[in-house]
């Protein structure tokens, strides 16, 4: 059956203007059922230009994002009848999609998408090229690659007992890929053995070539290599109720992120020795990191989940006053007032909610984004910078799940 594919813009529902205060910002694609699609994998060569692959059922149907403005615009490719899991792209033109029982490629930058067919195969969880030419792709039952920019494609690797989520090259001769059950290789691909100390693993991500986190499951949540994958110690153990982890980003020896089901999203600032919770503002399962330096990062997953930081996930713009539990809702009026160039705005929750508070223009016009997460009971104060606002009346409204409130401020220079 011939495959149709429709090609259109669209704009982001909610989005931030200013991400400097607000941790994880959730991105809404005004798409219909948007909630329906599963977000697989996520790619950004840049800053600005980035794609996302994922699909939906009832009616299946594949989709190909793809930005160049940092996520302000999407254009969005449809693809009936077919499953999108992992995409890698060498530059803006060229790159591969796995794409059910084949593999798709593009070298105009997915405006249009020849079908690979010189290899059936299984779909395929993780995409790596190694340069201009050399890529391997990582799935059930196989590790496949390619020579020609992934014109064409063979298998490195066939076995019946593997699953492999995903893998990272160490060296331009080593690798490791981990799943159900993990694999090494050390010379290019050419050859690849089976990895006894490390399984039941989603994720990988290396600082260095001795330097090594993979995460999975609970029990053996986060695991650390600090000699090249020969030796593994569980940083992380988790419990039985803990998340599953499925993508793990290593920024350095000190800083990495890793994000699973639930939202749930931990961050370490001293090589994995401590980690602390990262508000997500979502409880849908995340499936994919990705990151253009340690501040600038994108996450995919299901019910149509795509999340931005600019602040490596860290909230930067509020402070909790006082965590004794006040007996209402309540926003204050924005001290000072009339202000230059800056001014507090002070609120108090009841109960734990997901909080937003967010800046207009007399028009009507979102300028900033001051807090969208979940927030514990307590009293918060939020410091609002004008200084890149012409002077005039604005609003800030606070929005919970069980209350919103509005008030007017005025910025004079």
């Given at each position: 059956?011939k495959?149709?594919?429709?090609?259109?813009?669209?704009?982001?529902?909610?989005?931030?203007?200013?991400?400097?205060?607000?941790?994880?910002?959730?991105?809404?694609?005004?798409?219909?059922?948007?909630?329906?699609?599963?977000?697989?994998?996520?790619?950004?060569?840049?800053?600005?230009?980035?794609?996302?692959?994922?699909?939906?059922?009832?009616?299946?149907?594949?989709?190909?994002?793809?930005t160049?403005?940092?996520?302000?615009?999407?254009?969005?490719?449809?693809?009936?009848?077919?499953?999108?899991?992992?995409?890698?792209?060498?530059d803006?033109?060229?790159g591969?999609?796995?794409?059910?029982?084949?593999?798709?490629?593009?070298?105009n930058?997915?405006?249009?998408?020849?079908?690979?067919?010189?290899?059936?195969?299984?779909?395929?969880?993780?995409?790596?090229f190694?340069?201009?030419?050399?890529?391997?792709?990582?799935?059930?039952?196989?590790?496949?690659?390619?020579?020609?920019?992934?014109?064409?494609?063979?298998?490195?690797?066939?076995?019946?007992?593997?699953?492999?989520?995903?893998?990272?090259?160490?060296?331009?001769?080593?690798?490791?890929?981990?799943?159900?059950?993990s694999?090494?290789?050390?010379?290019?691909?050419?050859?690849?053995?089976?990895?006894?100390?490390?399984?039941?693993?989603y994720?990988?991500?290396?600082?260095?070539?001795?330097?090594?986190?993979?995460?999975?499951?609970?029990?053996?949540c986060?695991?650390?290599?600090?000699?090249g994958?020969?030796?593994?110690?569980?940083?992380?153990?988790g419990?039985?109720?803990?998340?599953?982890?499925?993508?793990?980003?290593?920024?350095?020896?000190?800083?990495?992120?890793?994000?699973?089901?639930?939202?749930?999203?931990?961050?370490?600032?001293n090589?994995?020795?401590?980690?602390?919770?990262q508000?997500?503002?979502?409880?849908?399962?995340?499936?994919?990191?990705?990151?253009?330096?340690?501040?600038?990062?994108?996450?995919?997953?299901?019910?149509?989940?795509?999340?931005?930081?600019?602040?490596?996930?860290?909230?930067?713009?509020?402070?909790?006053?006082?965590?004794?539990?006040?007996?209402?809702?309540?926003?204050?009026?924005?001290f000072?007032n009339?202000?230059n160039?800056?001014?507090?705005?002070?609120?108090?929750?009841?109960?734990?909610?997901?909080?937003?508070?967010?800046?207009?223009?007399?028009?009507?016009?979102e300028?900033?984004?001051?807090?969208?997460?979940?927030?514990?009971?307590?009293?918060?104060?939020?410091?609002?910078?004008?200084?890149?606002?012409?002077?005039?009346?604005?609003?800030?409204?606070?929005?919970?799940?069980?209350?919103?409130?509005?008030?007017?401020?005025?910025?004079?220079?």
């Amino acid at each position: 059956m011939k495959n149709t594919v429709f090609t259109f813009l669209v704009f982001i529902a909610v989005i931030s203007n200013s991400f400097a205060q607000s941790g994880w910002v959730r991105y809404t694609l005004n798409i219909p059922n948007v909630s329906s699609y599963t977000f697989y994998d996520v790619q950004f060569i840049n800053s600005n230009t980035g794609f996302i692959v994922g699909y939906k059922n009832n009616p299946q149907q594949a989709v190909f994002l793809k930005t160049t403005d940092s996520g302000i615009n999407w254009s969005v490719s449809s693809f009936p009848l077919e499953s999108f899991f992992s995409v890698g792209f060498i530059d803006a033109n060229t790159g591969v999609i796995s794409a059910g029982y084949n593999y798709r490629r593009t070298t105009n930058g997915g405006a249009t998408w020849s079908p690979v067919t010189n290899l059936s195969s299984i779909w395929m969880a993780k995409i790596v090229f190694r340069n201009s030419t050399t890529g391997f792709a990582f799935g059930p039952s196989s590790i496949d690659y390619t020579n020609d920019a992934g014109l064409s494609w063979q298998h490195s690797f066939t076995s019946n007992k593997i699953y492999l989520n995903d893998a990272v090259f160490l060296t331009q001769n080593k690798a490791i890929a981990v799943g159900t059950n993990s694999f090494t290789t050390t010379n290019g691909g050419l050859n690849w053995a089976y990895e006894s100390s490390l399984y039941a693993q989603y994720g990988i991500s290396n600082c260095d070539s001795n330097n090594i986190l993979a995460c999975g499951s609970h029990f053996r949540c986060i695991n650390k290599s600090t000699n090249g994958g020969n030796n593994w110690t569980v940083v992380y153990p988790g419990t039985a109720s803990d998340t599953t982890f499925f993508s793990v980003k290593y920024f350095d020896v000190n800083n990495a992120i890793v994000a699973g089901s639930g939202g749930k999203i931990l961050a370490t600032s001293n090589g994995g020795i401590n980690w602390s919770q990262q508000l997500s503002g979502i409880s849908s399962t995340i499936l994919r990191m990705n990151f253009v330096n340690s501040q600038t990062g994108w996450i995919v997953g299901k019910n149509g989940v795509i999340l931005k930081t600019t602040t490596g996930g860290v909230v930067t713009g509020f402070t909790q006053t006082s965590s004794e539990i006040p007996n209402k809702f309540s926003l204050s009026q924005n001290f000072p007032n009339p202000f230059n160039p800056s001014t507090r705005i002070n609120y108090e929750l009841p109960i734990t909610n997901y909080v937003s508070l967010k800046v207009y223009d007399a028009l009507g016009n979102e300028v900033e984004t001051l807090v969208n997460e979940n927030q514990n009971a307590g009293s918060y104060s939020v410091d609002f910078d004008a200084s890149q606002l012409p002077s005039g009346i604005y609003f800030y409204k606070l929005f919970t799940e069980n209350f919103s409130e509005t008030k007017k401020m005025v910025v004079v220079k």
